[in-house]
């Protein structure tokens, strides 16, 4: 039987992972579940904000459900017991280096958009931005000249199978969407992207479906905003993707709607799926957190860990209905409550 980890974390993290967890039992997929806190809950209680337990649980699990973390209490910690650093770790011990962020317009959502309605309708895409290389992870330093200036470098460099890897990821993605891939990168400049660009194209031929499409960053920045539909899957590296996954997100409005999902195979294996947003501790506690981030997120732990794609629709289709039938929490501009939406999406599934 399958195991499912979920990590609550702090904040609305609990509240909306609450919610997820009820979906996925509805669903009866006969898998078991597991919780551990992380985060400042397991500082609290364990004075570590990812303990080992926590740690053994997400590494024997078949996939996890992280809610967020994040705690005011914790503000004056030394960094390493900082709730944010359990993401971090996570991140780095179970080696996850793909970062998933689909940015879907729901119905009835478009005026949420900073894009007018009529362009922002149309957006239905996912970005897929490599997580461990790139020039965050690259040689770093400071140095002063022989004249007395300071300076600062960070080296940018990918190896060729960290490319590959990540672009397989969006080959076999796009395969089974709109069959239509654009690779970020800025090779009219970069060394690094005329790597990455040469790697992307050696493997076009194992994808004749695929239409395969280059395009540099700042070109993709603006097409973005410009003409959101025609993107439908990207792949880009660790800078890039940083910056347009978080563009491509505010296109679509709301923050409590985006899931996201972190990786190390395209499918089938351990993932770490999670909603985009933070532990919201302004409206912690109170019912009003959105719980459709975290719900999304469940959905795609069962597309890509469990090879469930049928339920993984069922679950967004779900979603979209409640959202069609005028189900809205505060963040979305209505009054029902974290426990009402995930009544609705329960009704409608
Ligand atoms: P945040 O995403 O927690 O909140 C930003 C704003 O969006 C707030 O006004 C909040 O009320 C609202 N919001 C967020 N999620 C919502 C939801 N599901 N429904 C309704 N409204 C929602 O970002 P913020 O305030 O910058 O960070 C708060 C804490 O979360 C910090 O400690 C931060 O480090 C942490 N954080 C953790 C993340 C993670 O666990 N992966 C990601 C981002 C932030
Ligand atoms: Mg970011």
Redesign the pocket.
């Known amino acids: 039987m399958a195991l499912i980890a979920i990590l609550p ?5 609990p509240e ?1 992972t609450a919610q997820a967890r009820r979906v996925l039992e509805a669903l009866d997929l006969g898998v078991s579940f597991e919780e551990a806190p992380v ?1 400042g809950a397991a500082y609290h209680a364990a004075g570590h904000p990812l303990p080992s337990e926590t740690l053994d649980l997400a590494k024997r699990a078949d996939a996890i459900l ?7 209490a ?2 004056t910690l030394d960094r390493h017991l900082r ?2 650093q ?2 971090l770790g996570l991140r780095k011990e179970l080696g996850f280096w793909a970062n998933l962020r689909p940015a879907k317009m729901m119905p009835g959502m478009e005026d949420a958009s900073t894009l007018r309605p009529e362009i922002a309708r149309a957006i239905d895409m996912v970005i897929v931005r490599e997580l461990v290389g790139d020039v965050y992870f690259g040689e770093k330093g400071r140095r002063e000249t022989a004249d007395g200036r300071r300076e600062g470098h960070d080296l940018m460099s990918y190896a060729e199978d960290e490319v590959r890897r990540i672009a397989v990821v969006g080959f076999e993605m796009a395969q089974r969407r709109r069959k239509s891939l654009i690779s970020v990168d800025k090779a009219n400049v970069l060394e690094t992207s005329q790597l990455w660009r040469d790697v992307v194209n050696e493997l076009a031929p194992d994808y004749p479906e695929v239409a395969l499409q280059h395009m540099y960053v700042d070109n993709a920045a603006m097409q973005m905003v410009r003409n959101p539909g025609q993107f439908d899957v990207v792949i880009t590296g660790n800078l890039f993707g940083d910056i347009l996954s978080d563009q491509a997100s505010m296109c679509v409005g ?3 709607l985006l899931p996201s999902a972190s990786l190390r195979a395209w499918a089938g294996d351990n993932g770490l799926y ?10 912690a506690g109170q019912g ?7 719900i999304l997120s469940a959905a795609m732990l069962l597309r890509h860990s469990l090879d469930n794609e049928d339920a993984a629709l069922k679950i967004e289709a779900a979603v979209a209905g409640a959202l069609a039938g005028g189900v809205r ?3 979305m501009g209505g009054a029902d409550s ?1 426990s009402q939406m995930g009544d609705a999406i329960l009704a409608a599934l």
């Open positions: 974390g702090d904040g609305i993290g909306v985060g992280f809610g967020a973390v994040g705690d005011p914790c503000d709730p944010e359990a993401i709301s923050i409590g999670e909603p985009i947003h933070g532990s919201a501790p302004d409206i009003k957190a959105n719980p459709c981030a975290a929490t505060p963040d974290t």
